[in-house]
């Protein structure tokens, strides 16, 4: 399967800042998505990067809060804005050409002081 | 909706046994799929192991197996020979019904190895 580069690893942000997580993938996928894990928390998608177009949001996420690009088919980036501590969480970027892989970037971890 | 359900928050297991992680799922789709995932303290999430609901045969990745009962929907992962190394939080999941590829998950299992 493909690698996803991601990063940063991690970062320790200040309030009311924004901070961009970028994914590289070695080879094209069809499908990318971001997923944000809380603290002791499972995995919730926030949403898909369509390549070319406005990403597609979860019930919850806003464009404004986190903005999303894709300009290709091997790279997203995503935006956390206007921070406060709740955003402090764990960032995964994902990707997928079939319906039998998903795989994943090493993962941001967020907190914001 | 699919559900993904993980009874065990925590289990623990001696180095070098085999230990079984439980998943049972909710799905109203003919034909679906089940990942299992590894995710130690950095944070990355580490694709183990996949399951497709028409596969012939239950899935097995190097010490990694799946026990896929259908007609009880679980998707129950053996790690065999436990290693200190496998210490981690495992999550289960699946695909939406909305045939994209996003994937619903649990709420984890932590695995703690005792040496």
């Known amino acids: 399967s493909a690698v996803i580069s991601q990063k940063p690893s991690r970062d320790i942000c200040q309030r009311g800042t924004s901070l961009t997580i970028q994914c590289q993938v070695d080879s094209q996928v069809t499908m990318m998505f971001w997923y944000r894990q809380q603290p002791g928390q499972s995995l919730t998608l926030i949403a898909t990067?369509?390549?070319?177009?406005?990403?597609?949001?979860e019930s919850g996420f806003v464009i404004d809060k986190f903005p999303i690009s894709r300009p290709n088919l091997t790279f997203s980036t995503l935006t956390v804005s206007n921070m406060s501590p709740e955003d402090s969480s764990i960032y995964l970027c994902s990707g997928s050409s079939g319906p039998r892989e998903a795989f994943f970037g090493q993962g941001t971890r967020l907190t914001v002081v | 909706a699919q559900k993904i359900t993980q009874t065990q928050p925590g289990m623990f297991v001696q180095e070098k046994e085999a230990v079984t992680l439980d998943c049972t799922y909710d799905?109203?789709?003919?034909?679906?799929?089940l990942f299992w995932y590894k995710q130690p303290s950095s944070g990355e999430m580490i694709f183990l192991i996949y399951?497709?609901?028409?596969?012939?045969q239950n899935a097995t990745e190097g010490r990694y197996s799946l026990n896929f009962q259908k007609a009880r929907k679980s998707a129950n992962l053996v790690i065999s020979a436990s290693q200190l190394g496998d210490s981690a939080m495992y999550f289960c999941a699946t695909r939406r019904a909305d045939s994209s590829y996003k994937l619903i998950f649990g709420s984890g299992t932590r695995l703690l190895v005792r040496p």
């Open positions: 799905t109203s789709d003919q034909s679906y799929g």
């Open positions: 990067a369509n390549q070319g177009s406005e990403a597609t949001y």
């Open positions: 399951q497709g609901s028409y596969d012939e």
